[in-house]
């Protein structure tokens, strides 16, 4: 069995005029032969088919969306499924979620991870290949997509409910696949949470696991014999970066699996960087790819190593925590708070109190349900 994993897909900006224009060979054309090759092949679908006058979602960073053409350059380039389980497949409401199956169904490509309801968002995905099953495990981590008992949406990273997923994937298929989407952006290491969820995920029974979203690529290790990705990058997403960026690179996955082994070749790309458009790298270029993989791959194999770049990491972020927890709104206050020409209003009691509503679980039971309504009241 041959399959083929590939990392986040949204045809915007520059590459949305093309799409609707049909011209997909001048996009995908490089990455046919791969794609033509391979007995099954998977990409994330990082944003919703949306019609006009839908409105979009509140929710903290863009609303992305797309029109069914982008869904015909994927059949048109060999996609056989989609994954659903990301943070923007929700940005326009269960509208653009249904928009999506059925574009999708009406295309002959398939979906795991995405669904009317919780209870349909978590179903296995199951195909049979060359007489054997394969077993596709999505899901992401909470952001605003994550659906509900009766709202449309996708599955989640929940330890008690992918135990139970991962579980019966086992008992079901050959070979279980588990594709995740979360990680922190334009960061090129996993978190050691991420690290440690995902050894969990193979001694749960899988076979591989891939990560994607951090609109970076990562390094990857070979756990208990099975390999673990940390984060494959922009497949085909373009973005305001242009230029030669960690987000124009990225790599496919091609997994060759068999009875007594699982096979991996990393296949490197550029992507959305002078052109809007995948080119497979050049020797030159893969070689210093490949240096850097190394890198990574050191540091990941190395647990102290791996919270010293993560604590270094964060306390990078500090400054944008500390002003999402400030009450000024708008660039210009911002501005004058960062220069500190205003005060600061989070004492060190206020901080005890921030602290422990969000660290223990009953607590943050609470402040979620709080949080959720109020966000519901401002939709």
Not at 41 to 47: A, D, G, L, P, T
Not at 225 to 235: A, D, S
Not at 323 to 334: E, H, K
Request: net charge negative; glycine share 6%; hydrophobic share 35%.
């Amino acid at each position: 069995m041959n399959i083929l994993i590939a990392g986040d897909y949204c045809p915007n900006e520059r590459l949305a005029p093309l799409i609707e224009k049909e011209n997909y060979s001048f996009v995908f054309g490089q990455i046919l032969p791969l794609l033509s090759k391979v007995d099954f092949s998977i990409v994330n679908f990082e944003c919703p088919v949306v019609a006009a006058n839908i409105k979009p979602i509140l929710k903290q960073g863009p609303n992305l969306s797309c029109s069914y053409k982008a869904v015909e350059a994927l059949k048109w380039a060999g996609f056989n499924c989609v994954t659903l389980a990301n943070n923007h497949f929700n940005d326009y409401g269960g509208e653009g979620c249904v928009t999506t199956f059925e574009t999708l169904q009406s295309a002959g490509i398939d979906y795991v991870g995405g669904g009317r309801t919780l209870e349909e968002a978590q179903r296995i995905y199951y195909t049979t290949i060359n007489d054997k099953i394969l077993a596709v495990v999505n899901f992401c981590e909470h952001e605003f997509s994550i659906a509900t008992r009766k709202v449309a949406g996708s599955a989640p990273l929940d330890l008690i409910d992918n135990y139970g997923q991962i579980k019966e994937a086992r008992l079901n298929a050959d070979y279980v696949v588990v594709i995740v989407h979360g990680g922190h952006e334009y960061y090129q290491l996993p978190s050691p949470r991420m690290k440690k969820t995902y050894h969990w995920f193979i001694e749960l029974g899988a076979d591989i696991v891939i990560n994607h979203h951090q609109h970076c690529y990562s390094g990857f290790e070979i756990y208990k014999g099975k390999p673990i990705f940390y984060g494959l990058g922009n497949f085909c997403f373009d973005g305001n970066r242009c230029g030669k960026d960690i987000w124009n690179e990225g790599y496919i996955v091609s997994l060759i699996l068999d009875e007594d082994r699982i096979d991996y070749t990393l296949i490197p790309y550029t992507q959305c960087s002078d052109n809007p458009k995948i080119e497979l790298m050049e020797e030159e270029k893969k070689e210093s790819f490949y240096n850097n993989i190394e890198k990574i791959n050191e540091v990941i194999n190395d647990d102290s190593a791996l919270e010293h770049f993560f604590d270094k990491w964060c306390k990078e972020q500090y400054s944008n925590i500390k002003y999402a927890l400030t009450p000024y709104t708008n660039r210009f206050m911002r501005a004058l708070w960062y220069r500190g020409l205003l005060p600061s209003f989070l004492s060190t009691k206020r901080l005890v109190s921030l602290y422990n509503k969000i660290q223990c679980e009953a607590h943050r039971d609470v402040l979620m349900s709080y949080l959720s309504q109020k966000v519901k009241q401002n939709d």
